[in-house]
Each structure stands twice: as C-alpha cells, then as structure tokens.
C-alpha cells in the first residue's frame, strides 16, 4: 500500500496533488511518501517483534539524506556499500553503531574512514578483504567488528543482473570454505568475528530461496559455534520483492518474511538484521513526467515524455516493468490506446514500454511512473547533459525539495579544461 492516491479525479502524494508540486519545481522530478516510507519500515520493524533486531535500511536503493533521517528518526539502522554512502548516513546523523557496511570491494580507504568513525560490522566478502580490515584496525588501535558473507548458492529466482547468491556470482565466500575462512579471521587481532551475513537477491518473489539460503545458515551459526566461535548476530540481507504491476503481482508480505526468519532462524537466540532497500522506498516513490509530443510512428504512437533513461535506467537496464498512469485520472469508460513511451534520449533503449494501453494523451499532460521510488535517483545520470532531476518530499500537506534540479552552468562548470588547449 502507498499514499499516492486519486481525489476528485487528480493524483495526490499524500495530501498534496501532484500538480501542485509539477508547478513549483517542474519537471521531471521523483516524489516521496513520508507515510509510505515510514509504514514500509515500520512491517519490518514488527515483523521481527519478540526478536532482538535491527533493520538496517540499504540506502543504495534511495539515498538522500532528508530520506535517511525519515527512517533514522523512526530506529533504522543503515546498510552502506561504500564510503560515500557511510559518509552521508553519517551526515543524515545516523550513528556509526547502527550502520553495517557490505560491498565486495572495500577499499583501504573506505575502511579507515568506517572505523575512524565508527561501525556496526563489516560484512566481509574475501580474505584478502578480512587482512586489510585487520591491518587498518591494528593501525589505529582498534577491533574490528566483523561477520562474513557466505554465499548459500541457492537460486533466487530474479533477473540475471540482480541475483546473488549462487556460486558462480562475485558475492561473498563458498559456505563449504566457511570454517577455514572464520578460523583464519579468529587468528587475527584487529578483528572480533560476531556473525555470519547473506544475502541472495534483489526483488525476490517467493520465500522458498530464503528459506533454503536461511536454513543453510542455521546450519552453519550451529558448525561454526561448535568449532569455538561466538556466533551471535545474524545479517540476512535484503531482497524482499514489491509489486510492480497493481494488477497481479502479489510477493510475500513482510510478515511472512518475518516468520519464516523466526521459523529458519529463532532457535539460535542470535540478534538479527535484515538489510531491505527496495521494499521500504519502492511504492514510495514515484517519477513525475510531462508529455511532450505524441507522434504518429509507423502502425504505432509514441508518447515522448521529458524524463528519459538516465532518470530512470531500470526499464532499459533489466527490462523493467513500471506502471505509468496519468496525473488527471481517466474519466470512467474512456477508451484507452496503446502507446509506445519514451524519452528524447538518442538511444532505442530510451523506451519505458511499448504498446501500453493508457488514455488519450495531450502535450503537456503530467503522467507518473509508479514503483520508482527505488533504484530509481540514485541510480540516474546526466547523460546527453540533462541535469539529475529534483527529490521531493511531502509529508501530509507539505512538501519540500530535498536536492535541487542542478544548473546548466554548475553541470558545465564541473569540467575543467587543461592549458595546453
Ligand atoms: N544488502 C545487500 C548486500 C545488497 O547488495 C542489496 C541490494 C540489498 C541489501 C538491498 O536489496 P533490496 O531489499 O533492495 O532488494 N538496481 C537494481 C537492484 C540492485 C540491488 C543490489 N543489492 C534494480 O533496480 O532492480
């Protein structure tokens, strides 16, 4: 469920219409929910009631700061991937015992800056990772926490690019490696090995993988325990899928999630974690676009809107699905037409969906792509010089820009031209 609702035949974010904020900020532009950030959170946080647990936010999915605090203020943890994103978690005022850093790469840097300013664990994903942790944590006088990522090799059964936790993937150490991997990390100072960490997939749409993923890592907690380690904190990643299409899609609820971690896992009396990105700010999100033209093509019509791929990738990077609605609702019973929709990228990539039906559209109608609140922003680029598009945020009747459409000149700006020219 989201707070982007229709009233009196105009789409509203929460308490504000869509139109209004196209008004003030122009477009293109995403949109986010408070209520519907805050809601998605907090099935998590239930979810694992009766469990010692942290949710730990995966900000790669939507990372702007004024999001960051939203959740922060409402007890998430985050999980970074890199030193930019600790450092801005740090910056939404997110303290550095409730962020947990993953990435398969973390360079010498990046972990110097995380322990310098504190952090929950490390999930590392390699020996040769787990040595440079341990050099830098003795250099600076400290013990690093740690817990390694095991990969379960179970299929999660998504797309090709976002699936992770099958052996032949770059993720984490083979779970058969795992007590020669955790007796090497137990014989190094600069670190304290707490747990154990996985994660499969993104956008999964049924339990069973975690379930096979989360019964291999019982197995393991109860291994690695008999081999003298102290197991006691459980990083089950993220991954839980959202509906795309309202119409019939219709992936587990974090309730259940929540119960089968319990059912797998809630034995081994160890804290748990869970890292969701995509189900906490994908319905609470939307990218706000206006129709330019709408051009007669060979047997078709294309709806060219001013938002494009490098605002929003995922249609053309993994054949995403995106509802796309109008802003003015459709009055009932008008016949809706089928429409190829794109952007004015010079790429045949540049296409949101072919041949959807949507109603008769005119240049300057304000349409949204519903589900982009994830992967969406974060993930866009200025490609054909087109500035990154604003955030907004509305809470209830307010609403406030929380990063702005850049300049032409800042984005020219940013070259610099060397002096032999
Ligand atoms: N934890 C780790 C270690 C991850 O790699 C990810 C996502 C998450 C948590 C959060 O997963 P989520 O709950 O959002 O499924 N750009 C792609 C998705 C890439 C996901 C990468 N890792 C997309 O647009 O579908």
New binding site residues.
């Given amino acids: 469920m989201d707070h982007f609702l229709y009233r009196d035949g105009a789409l509203y974010a929460e308490d504000v219409p869509i139109s209004e904020i196209a008004a003030a900020v122009g477009t293109p532009f995403y949109v986010y929910s408070t209520a519907t950030l805050l809601r998605h959170f907090q099935l998590f946080d239930d979810a694992l009631d009766g469990t010692d647990h942290l949710v730990c936010y ?1 900000m ?2 939507a990372s702007n700061q004024a999001i960051l605090k939203t959740l922060a203020q409402a007890g998430a943890g985050m ?1 970074v ?1 890199s030193g930019g994103e600790y450092l801005r978690a740090k910056a939404a005022g997110v303290p550095g015992d409730k962020i947990v850093f ?2 398969v790469g973390k360079t010498a840097d990046e972990i110097r800056t995380a322990l310098s300013g504190g952090i929950r664990q490390f ?1 590392v994903e390699s020996e040769p990772e787990m040595e440079v942790i341990n050099t830098i944590a003795l250099e600076l006088g400290v013990v690093a926490p740690i817990t390694v ?1 095991v990969n379960p090799d179970v299929d999660a059964k998504t ?1 090709a ?2 699936a ?1 936790g099958k052996s032949e993937n770059k ?1 984490g150490i083979p779970i058969a490696r795992a007590s020669e991997v955790y007796a090497h990390a137990a014989s190094l100072p600069g670190l304290e090995v707490i747990g154990i ?1 996985v ?1 499969i ?4 749409t049924e339990l069973e993988p975690f379930e096979m993923a989360y019964t291999k890592v019982a197995e393991l907690t109860e291994k690695l325990r008999s081999e003298g380690h102290n197991i006691r904190r459980l990083d089950l ?5 959202i509906p795309y299409t309202r119409a019939n899609d219709a992936p587990p609820l974090p309730v259940e999630y929540g119960a089968l971690i319990k059912k797998t896992l809630g034995h081994l009396g160890c804290e748990i974690e869970i ?8 319905n609470a999100g939307l990218m706000v676009s206006k129709v330019i033209y709408v051009k007669s093509g060979e047997g078709r019509d294309f709806l060219i809107l001013d938002g494009a791929m490098n605002d929003l ?2 249609p053309a ?2 054949e ?1 699905h995106h509802d796309i609605v109008a802003v003015n609702e459709p009055a009932p019973g008008v016949e809706q037409q089928p429409y190829d929709i794109v952007g004015p990228v010079c790429e045949t990539g540049d296409t949101f969906a072919k041949q959807r039906n949507m109603p008769p559209l005119a240049p300057g109608d304000l349409v949204v792509f519903r589900s982009a609140g ?3 922003a ?2 866009s680029s200025e490609y054909n010089t087109r500035p990154l598009i604003p955030e907004v945020l509305v809470h209830g009747d307010q609403f406030a820009v929380i990063r702005e459409r850049p300049s032409f000149d800042e984005i020219i700006n940013r070259d610099t031209i060397p002096e032999w020219l």
Avoid: W
């Avoid at 990643?237 to 899928?241: F, P, R, S, V």
């Fill in positions: 995966a790669k999915a999980d991937v993953s990435g999930n990522r797309h690019k976002i992770t993720f960490d994660h997939g993104s956008q999964l990643g993220g991954g839980l899928g890292e969701p990105g995509r189900l906490i700010a994908g990738i995922r990077m993994y995403a994830a992967y969406g974060v993930m």
